[in-house]
Antibody, heavy 129, light 112 residues
Framework: QLQLQESGPGLVKPSETLSLTCTVS??????????WGWIRQPPGKGLEWIGS???????YYNPSLKSRVTISVDTSKNQFSLKLSSVTAADTAVYYC?????????????????????WGQGTLVTVSS | QSALTQPASVSGSPGQSITISCTGT?????????VSWYQQHPGKAPKLMIY???KRPSGVSNRFSGSKSGNTASLTISGLQAEDEADYYC????????????FGGGTKLTVL
């Protein structure tokens, strides 16, 4: 059974960098069949896609956050990570990691299917001094 | 890209059917059959209920169905049950990149 688990500081100061890690168990992050992503949810609000990464390291970011986001993958640890710089109170949210399946493959690259079938339990990150 | 538009709330009685709409644009919902729906109970992670407009993952009740017309996708829940009370979010591929998705603002379903 695939499981995803977020970890990282629950409190970050304004202007600093938020760093989270998602550990994947019960499956390999190196499979060409999946993409791995981050989604966040401010308290009482809706979901917002932050970005996704392929095992090869190719990254895709929400245009509204692109200048502040870095997602990376560590296949040796079966983990992927999120860094969000210059945080403000507006970045306070529950952060989820999630998996997307891929479908059509060509030239060694498999294209995503744009839905999230496995999610972590989420971790609340509060931005406050 | 802007969030997809969903009604803030819908309600229904046990046994009834309800439909939640999700309106996008010709750049997202209208151009791709890549709409998914998620159910979220309070304090829990979202759960995939529908993908690619109308497909159900294994284990999801056939009381849940999806459809699309033009720029609007819909989630229908038939035979409402108390356990269906939750928030529901739609999501669509938004084009312009290999991976780019946008969520709806969410709809609170109340089972009366």
């Amino acid at each position: 059974q695939l499981q995803l688990q977020e970890s990282g500081p629950g409190l970050v100061k304004p202007s600093e960098t938020l760093s989270l890690t998602c550990t994947v168990s019960g499956g390999s992050i190196s499979s060409s069949s999946y993409y791995w992503g981050w989604i966040r949810q401010p308290p009482g609000k809706g979901l917002e896609w932050i970005g996704s990464i392929y095992y090869s390291g190719s990254t895709y970011y929400n245009p509204s956050l692109k200048s502040r986001v870095t997602i990376s993958v560590d296949t040796s640890k079966n983990q992927f990570s999120l860094k969000l710089s210059s945080v403000t109170a507006a970045d306070t949210a529950v952060y989820y990691c999630a998996r997307s399946e891929s479908g059509y493959c060509t030239g060694g690259v498999c294209y995503p299917l744009y839905y999230f079938d496995y999610w972590g339990q989420g971790t609340l990150v509060t931005v406050s001094s | 890209q802007s969030a997809l538009t969903q009604p803030a709330s819908v309600s229904g009685s046990p046994g009834q059917s309800i439909t939640i709409s999700c309106t996008g644009t010709s750049s997202d919902v209208g151009s791709y059959n890549l709409v998914s729906w998620y159910q979220q109970h309070p304090g829990k992670a979202p759960k995939l209920m529908i993908y690619e407009v109308s497909k159900r993952p294994s284990g999801v009740s056939n009381r849940f169905s999806g459809s699309k017309s033009g720029n609007t996708a819909s989630l229908t829940i038939s035979g409402l049950q108390a356990e269906d009370e939750a928030d529901y979010y739609c999501c669509s591929y938004a084009g312009s990149s290999t991976f780019n998705v946008v969520f709806g603002g969410g709809t609170k379903l109340t089972v009366l």
